[in-house]
Nanobody
């Protein structure tokens, strides 16, 4: 079993910055990808950013140039730096890990609220 715990959400004004972090623990075997998704009220969950086991990153068009995903030097951790935040970025942000093996497995955190408002 794999557990994911997010932290760093909160309230920020438009144009501000916020950083999210996620720690994964449990039975994690390489290779795996880690990423962030978000879900706003009344909308479907959407992928925000992903970083693969090779370090390749991919972003939703709506956050390109504003958000940065990274793993730093810590194993099993993923970060999301969000700059120039907009009210449209308001959502619950979820961390996930996709473990590649004989069967692909997805695990999700409980989510952290990000609210962008003046």
């Amino acid at each position: 079993q794999v557990q994911l715990v997010e932290s760093g959400g909160g309230l920020v004004q438009p144009g501000g910055s916020l950083g999210l972090s996620c720690a994964a623990s449990g039975s994690i075997f390489s290779p795996y990808d880690m990423g962030w998704s978000r879900q706003a009220p009344g909308k479907q969950r959407e992928l925000v950013a992903v970083i693969t086991n090779t370090g390749r990153t991919n972003y939703a068009d709506s956050v390109k140039g504003r958000f940065t995903i990274s793993t730093g030097n810590a194993h099993n951790r993923v970060y999301l730096q969000m700059n120039n935040l907009e009210p449209e970025d308001t959502a619950v942000y979820f961390c996930n890990i996709r473990i590649w093996g004989p069967t692909m497995s997805d695990y999700w955190g409980q989510g952290t609220q990000v609210t962008v408002s003046s």
